[in-house]
């Protein structure tokens, strides 16, 4: 078993560093992450620049380090740098949910759809509250779910899994559920200061609150002390509304 960990938070958080430690033993292990903290960046790769990678020291032993997003790790990890297909592709664990609509913006989810895009089953983990509580049992989390799944064998069609976990010390004893995506209300709204030179700048303001957050929701599933476990698909096909759209706007040719 081959797994490639990736993360958001940038390759010196202890997410990571917990993330990491919960999978020692379940195979060879192969980490690349952000130099900077890059939270909120999506699946954006980056075009613009060449990138560079260079292998963290004693604060990250063994950690190999790029200067780009989530989604550039795992995609240069898979495209040139490892040599070699990895099974499971791990991101996290993220400091902060991510859920309902948050995973759209989020590196974390989106580190791990990298390598499902590419094939791999993939799965993405992140804590509920900021602020690194209770890492220790979120890590337990991370290895029984890891281990569950290997267990059962990985199925012939990849996967992705979003994963949330309540921080608490007895997070690994609290029950788990297969839950849907919430939503939220439109963010709050942005925060203008004035820079030093007399300039106009401007904060994204934070997330609204959950506008659906019932029975079976990832947000109701979390609140209520759940591990929340959310399957993935990438497909944004509005199909339910293809029979409509094609005879408002298709013609004949």
């Known amino acids: 078993m081959r797994i490639l960990i990736a993360n958001d938070d940038g390759y010196l958080a ?34 613009n620049r060449p990138l560079q990678v260079f292998t963290a020291g004693a604060s990250a032993p063994g950690v190999q380090v790029i200067n780009g997003t989530p989604s550039d790790c795992v995609h240069v990890a898979l495209t040139g740098l490892l040599g070699y297909r990895p099974d499971l592709v791990l991101s996290g664990i993220n400091q902060g949910a991510n859920m309902g609509d948050d995973t759209l913006y989020s590196g974390t989810v989106a580190a791990a759809m990298e390598g499902y895009l590419f094939g791999i089953p993939a799965i993405a983990f992140s804590q ?106 990438v497909d944004l096909t509005d199909h339910a509304r293809l029979p409509d759209w094609r005879a408002r706007l298709e013609r004949a040719g």
């Not at 060879?28 to 960046?41: D, F, I, L, M, R």
């Not at 509580?133 to 890891?146: F, H, N, P, Y």
């Not at 659906?212 to 209520?224: K, L, N, Q, V, W």
């Open 14 to 47: 202890p997410g990571l560093a917990a993330l990491v430690a919960a999978v020692q033993g379940l195979g060879q292990v192969e980490v690349v992450a952000p130099e900077q903290n890059a939270s909120g960046t999506s699946n954006a790769l980056t075009l």
């Open 128 to 233: 509920v509250q900021k602020g690194w509580g209770d890492l220790d049992a979120a890590g337990r989390v991370v290895r029984a779910v890891v281990q569950q799944v290997l267990e059962q064998g990985l199925p012939a069609q990849p996967f992705l899994l979003n994963v949330n976990i309540p921080n608490r010390p007895d997070a690994d004893r609290l029950p788990r559920r297969v839950t849907r995506l919430g939503r939220r209300h439109a963010s709050e709204p942005v925060i203008r200061q004035i820079n030093p030179r007399g300039e106009p700048i401007y904060w994204i303001g934070p997330a609204g609150d959950a506008r659906e957050a019932g029975e079976g929701t990832d947000f109701h599933a979390t609140a209520s002390g759940f591990v929340s476990i959310t399957p993935l698909q």
